[in-house]
């Protein structure tokens, strides 16, 4: 078996219906993985591409404005991969956010991604002489960087980049890799507004090495990449694919 198969291996994506969350789900279906399509929109376009391409894959309802809502979705189910893709943005002046945007964001994109990561754990860490398991969280290079009239989303994500390595700590030696991936500009509906904008879309691309957008399938690439054996010894990274973006 090769050290980038996924064969054998069922993964749950949260968010699968669509960018970037569909592609890392017919990403780990191309490397051998089962496919749990998890939203609160139907996935059966996401399910409907795996399958014509000979893999395997089903959707489940999973709503994370409720942020305990995937509670009970791990046990007894045999997923060993979680990725944790959901997210939100909300933009606004930081003179003007509201409480309401803040709450919503912070819910889905961190505290939503804690309690699904704490679920998968605790049913991988039950299992006596199981053979452990895969976190991957989707980041943003809000991680790392300031960006502008997005306040709530640039907390989040530096959360999500301080609990990807808090929970490496606790789990790397239970047999439990978590890590995080930061994707650049990928031309999703998340970017759609900075994409209508041609005076951000020229000051954006003229940052990036690459001179591209990146696409969905950049990142589900490097997911199945860290979902597979070969990602073994890599706990708490916050790997940037960004086109070059962060090297600037
Ligand atoms: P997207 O097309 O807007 O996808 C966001 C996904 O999250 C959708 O599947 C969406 O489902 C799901 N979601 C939102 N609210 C949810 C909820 N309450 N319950 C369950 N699922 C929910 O954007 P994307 O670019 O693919 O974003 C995927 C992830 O990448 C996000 O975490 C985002 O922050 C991150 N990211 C994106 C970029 C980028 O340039 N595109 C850059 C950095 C990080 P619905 O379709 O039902 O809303």
Known sequence: MSWWSLSGHRALVTGANTGIGQAIAISLAQAGAEVICAGRSTSAETVQ???????????????????????????????????????????????????????????????????????FAREILAQEGGRGGKIINIASLLAFQGGIRVPAYTASKHAVAGLTKLLANEWASRGINVNAIAPGYIATNNTQALREDPERTRQILERIPAARWGRPEDIGATAAFLASEGAAYIHGAVISVDGGWMAR
């Not at 404005?65 to 007894?76: I, K, L, T, W, Y």
């Not at 990725?83 to 003007?96: E, H």
């Open 49 to 119: 591409k795996i399958r014509d391409a000979g893999g395997t894959a089903r959707e489940i309802h999973l709503d994370l404005a409720d942020p305990m809502a995937a509670r009970d979705v791990f046990s007894g189910a045999g997923i060993d991969i979680l990725v944790n893709n959901a997210g939100i943005i909300r933009r606004a002046d930081s003179l003007d956010y509201t409480e309401a945007d803040w709450d919503a964001v912070m819910d889905i994109n961190t505290k939503a991604l804690f309690f699904t990561a704490q679920a």
